[in-house]
């Protein structure tokens, strides 16, 4: 009987149909040997981007009645946190409190948190969210914010190699994280000029040709973090669940030991970052070439007004671009062989 590799709480949304919040989160977890519980925060029909969905958000007190009874049972006892998307304030200050039992409970705990607030300079929560996911920073070992919600938990527009800084440092030093992984960032012109020289994209390449990741992480509570970074090509159309996955992947393949003999051994955050961009990287891969056998009617390039007046056209193209998880889930496993993107040093991050 192969053995576990231990238990994780999954907190985050649940969908009926496709893979998006814990649908893209949990079946990966339990490829890759964890057992997961989880606790749904909303329970939809799909997710939002279908235009069309409805279904059900669990309130605060829903919640902590479910953390209250799994802890009477004795059923809390997760080696491992994930966090995701939470609906509201009351609901957000609720899985809060719950990670911060159980950070006190057992200091080793190893909590991911994905701050899900928005994406492309818009919310997706209600504004009063913003602090209550400030407070939770400290308990996070991990956290896999995307670049906008970097910008609004730090209050920081990154522009330039020195607006990064600043918000890394606030990071670390203001909210105390250890780790931190920035995903699928969109790269400008100016950010891949910066990155280390063997993971610059073409010179020619087009600001959004490429997305990178960057991951930061500071151990010793003082100084500077140690930051590694790579691109990759960006595959065209819209996906969803991607970061759900990603930060699934993070979690999974995090070890406190570094990994490899002497000056090969890839640090434990650089190491998981680079397996979860390059499994997700080939999910995506394998998803678009998918989608791009579906009949044409269920593949046509996004048209608001068409979308408007006719849904299904919408509809049917969400459905077409659903993460093919049950067919990636040789990538997920790794067995199946796949580009493996490591993160480069980024040596002079904090000196350039």
């Given at each position: 009987m192969a053995k576990g590799k231990g238990r994780i709480l999954s907190i985050q949304s649940h969908v009926a149909y496709g893979y998006v919040?814990?649908?893209?989160?949990?079946?990966?977890?339990?490829?890759?040997?964890?057992d997961v519980d989880v606790v749904n925060t909303v329970?939809?029909?799909?997710?939002?981007?279908?235009?069309?969905?409805?279904g059900s958000r669990a309130s605060a007190g829903e919640l902590e009645q479910i953390f209250s009874i799994m802890e009477q049972n004795e059923l809390l006892q997760p080696e491992r946190l994930l966090t995701g998307y939470v609906p509201g304030a009351e609901a957000t200050a609720a899985v809060t409190a719950l990670a911060k039992k159980l950070r006190e409970r057992n200091p080793e705990l190893i909590y991911l948190l994905d701050p899900v607030l928005g994406d492309s300079g818009r919310l997706y929560v209600a504004p009063e969210v913003v602090p209550i996911y400030r407070a939770a920073l400290p308990l996070a070992t991990i956290i896999t914010p995307n670049w906008f919600e970097v910008e609004v938990l730090t209050e920081t527009k990154m522009v330039d190699q020195a607006s990064l800084r600043q918000a890394l440092r606030k990071l670390h030093d203001t909210y105390c994280v250890p780790h931190v992984v920035i995903s699928s960032i969109p790269l400008k012109h100016w950010l891949g000029a910066l990155l280390p020289p063997r993971v610059r994209p073409p010179a020619d390449a087009a600001d959004g040709d490429f997305l990178a990741c960057i991951a930061s992480s500071r151990l010793d509570g003082a100084g500077t973090s140690a930051v590694y970074a790579n691109s990759f090509p960006c595959l065209p159309g819209y996906f969803s669940g991607v970061g759900d996955l990603f930060s699934a992947l993070v979690l999974a393949h995090f070890e406190h030991a570094a990994q490899g003999n002497g000056e090969g051994a890839e640090p434990p955050l650089a190491r998981a970052a680079a397996l979860a961009v390059s499994k997700t990287h080939a999910m995506l891969t394998l998803t678009h070439e998918?989608?791009?056998?579906?009949?044409e009617d269920e593949r046509q390039a996004t048209d608001e007004e068409l979308d408007a007046r006719e849904p299904m056209r919408k509809i049917r193209r969400m459905r077409g671009r659903e993460l093919r998880l049950i067919q990636g889930q040789d990538i997920i496993r790794g067995t199946q062989t796949i580009e493996y993107r490591q993160l480069e040093p980024w040596t002079d991050f904090w000196t350039a």
């Open positions: 919040g814990g649908k893209a989160a949990v079946f990966p977890l339990q490829c890759l040997g964890y329970n939809f029909s799909n997710h939002s981007g279908y235009g069309r969905f409805g998918a989608a791009l056998t579906l009949p």
